[in-house]
């Protein structure tokens, strides 16, 4: 059983910064590419970022050259540096293990103007 943990969301102001954590069960992190999604009020969930094993990149517009995603295979935990942060940010962020049904709880991130 996978489980895949978000932490680091809370309230920010405008142009603040957050990082966000996923850690992992398992060893999971270095063997799967692994993605950042999010899902605002009344919206879909969207793609924010995907790592792959190879640590090729890939973001949303939305977020290209604000976010970035990393991962720590030794402490099996993927991170999303959000910087310049805007209200339209505002979401549940979700980890996700790439090709498979394994998601984490989320965490929510709240940007005031």
């Known amino acids: 059983q996978v489980q895949l943990v978000e932490s680091g969301g809370g309230l920010v102001q405008a142009g603040g910064s957050l990082k966000l954590s996923c850690v992992a069960s398992?060893?999971?992190?270095?063997?799967?590419?692994m993605g950042w999604y999010r899902q605002a009020p009344g919206k879909q969930r969207e793609l924010v970022a995907i790592i792959s094993t190879g640590r090729n990149t890939n973001y949303a517009d939305s977020v290209k050259g604000r976010f970035t995603i990393s991962r720590d295979n030794v402490k099996n935990t993927v991170y999303l540096q959000m910087n310049s942060l805007k209200p339209e940010d505002t979401a549940v962020y979700y980890c996700?293990?790439?090709?498979?049904?394994?998601w984490g709880k989320g965490t929510l991130v709240t940007v005031s103007s």
């Open positions: 398992g060893s999971i992190v270095s063997l799967n590419a």
């Open positions: 996700h293990l790439e090709y498979s049904n394994y």
